[in-house]
């Protein structure tokens, strides 16, 4: 698309400034240090001022800069101590070394881990945001993020947009989640990175009132992350969907599988880490017992928008039918949530993860045959006890469970962890993404079928929509191949 080959063209000008940045200052150094130009000229200050201004205002102080910096401090040292015939020697050539070490270092960080720029929605509505807190009847607490539409694109422009995860708490709630101390120092780093490098969203920042363009309820559509995932590892797929006029709400489960931490900062509900995953009844109890839990926030969270729609969102919410969807883990929560709740008449679960499932329980519930549920798989990570599960689903829905896979995917082309890190690093060493599908493709393609199923399920009847095919609608249609059998 136009939009994708823009967006292609700015990371890589925005990538050639900041080297050419970073290039310039070094060269401007160095002809100081040969003498080419007297580094006490004026027309060498000026030059290294306009360029380290340059470096400034593109690195922003991202830690990817922090080799080049170092860089450049002793190269300005070793130029210094040219001027000094006494040291002029060893130590300048020493200082010499280490600039050109710590050169090639911030290289190998620039070109590992880029400058993440956020994909653009594609759909004709401005998406706001919000953070939801609640209590449970039960006195659970409970939280979600929610993403919806808020009127025209026109003359949004101008809006201050919400920044990637936040604030800077977010990124220290994560590094809790994993267990890592934040006195350590690659932690501050990590830390920096994870806090989104100033990078926006397409997010309002202001909070804005909900806005239906064609005056229809606003249709709802849940999402589940997968085990160890959170919502801000899902918001470009939430403001994609958003931003055609859906109200997408990304739960934070209640269950240990990520961390959780309430309006103050404070641990809501502990991180519980264990090992994946050992085929053992203790295991399967374990994850049984979690998914369970997380039905219970989808109860939870259906409640609490019934309980808050018109005086938070101006009663615009379709609340007598949900669809949902989630990915890995929350895949498994979507068809768990499905068969226990009969709100929900459908939805899309992402290369989901079947084994924490009650298979024969979840197989009788009466709402598997008039509900209509798209298992999508990636290609590469899928096994076969896996699908099997899902082919019992299907077979026993009658027709109106099907299974669809994206050709050249990986677990993670399913949540938005390769634009964190840059696609050389996503592809090729962390192995998140795919190495022949582009990430952002891939995601819009994602997005896009949740966007065409979820129209079709929550505006159409279920008896007239049984042979949907979901291909047919789609700007790409050849990433999305029939099921496992037919690849």
């Known amino acids: 698309s136009d939009h994708y080959k823009s967006l292609k063209s700015t990371q890589f ?28 000229s004026t027309v ?30 002793f190269l300005l040292l070793c130029n210094l101590f040219y001027q000094i015939p006494a040291l002029s020697g060893w130590a300048a050539t020493v200082l010499l070394v280490l600039s050109v070490i710590f050169l090639l270092i911030g290289l190998v960080f620039f070109i590992l881990i880029p400058h993440p720029i956020f994909p653009k929605t594609t759909g004709p509505n401005t998406v706001s945001f919000c953070e939801m807190h609640w209590t449970s009847p039960s006195g659970r607490k ?66 804005l009132p909900l806005v ?84 219970g926030d989808v109860r939870s969270t259906i409640e609490h928008l019934r309980a808050v729609n018109n005086k938070n969102f101006q009663g615009k919410l ?34 989901a993860w079947t084994y924490p499932l009650e298979v024969e329980k979840d197989l009788d519930s009466p709402n598997l045959q008039r509900s209509r549920l798209l298992f999508l798989n990636s290609e590469l990570w899928q096994w076969r006890q896996n699908l099997d599960r899902m082919d019992r689903f299907c077979e026993k829905s009658g027709g109106t469970w099907k299974k669809l896979t994206l050709k050249g995917s990986h677990h993670h082309n399913f949540d938005e962890s390769p634009l964190w890190f840059g696609p050389l690093l996503s592809k090729h060493i962390l192995k998140l993404s795919g190495p022949n599908l582009d990430f952002e493709i891939g ?14 399920l929550l505006e159409a009847s279920i008896e007239s929509s049984t042979d949907y095919d979901v291909r047919k609608e789609l700007d790409d249609p050849e990433l999305i191949i029939g099921s496992d059998q037919e690849r």
């Open 318 to 351: 379709q609340l007598d039918r949900f669809m949902m969807t989630g990915h890995s883990f929350g895949g498994g929560t979507t068809v768990a949530s499905i068969a226990q709740i009969p709100d929900i008449i459908g939805g899309v679960a992402l290369d």
């Open 13 to 40: 000008m925005l990538f050639s400034a900041e080297l050419g940045a970073v290039a310039a200052v070094v060269l401007f150094i160095f002809l100081g240090c040969t003498g080419i130009i007297p580094s006490s």
């Open 443 to 456: 995601l819009r393609c994602i997005a896009q079928v949740c966007v065409r199923f979820g129209r079709n």
């Open 212 to 295: 239906s363009l064609d005056d229809k309820p606003v249709n709802v559509i849940l999402f589940s992350a997968g085990l160890y995932g959170f919502p801000e590892l899902h918001a470009f797929f939430a403001e994609e969907v958003a931003s055609y006029g859906f109200f997408v709400v990304l739960l934070r489960h209640t269950d240990g599988s990520s961390y959780l931490l309430d309006g103050e900062g404070k641990v809501a509900y502990e991180f519980t880490f264990t090992r994946l995953t050992h085929p053992s009844d203790e295991d399967w109890k374990f994850r049984n017992k979690q998914i369970n839990l997380r039905v």
């Open 142 to 207: 409970q939280f979600a993020q929610a993403y919806y539409p808020a009127g025209s694109k026109d003359g949004a422009s101008s809006l201050k947009r919400k920044k990637l995860l936040g604030e800077a708490d977010v990124g220290r709630k994560i590094l809790h989640y994993f267990g890592v101390s934040l006195e350590q120092p690659i932690a501050r780093l990590v830390l920096d990175h994870l806090a989104g490098q100033g990078v926006e969203t397409n997010s309002v920042a202001d909070t």
């Open 44 to 73: 060498f200050w000026s030059g290294f001022i306009l360029c380290f201004c340059q470096l400034f205002y593109f690195g922003r102080m991202r830690w990817q800069f922090l080799p080049f910096w170092l860089s450049i401090a």
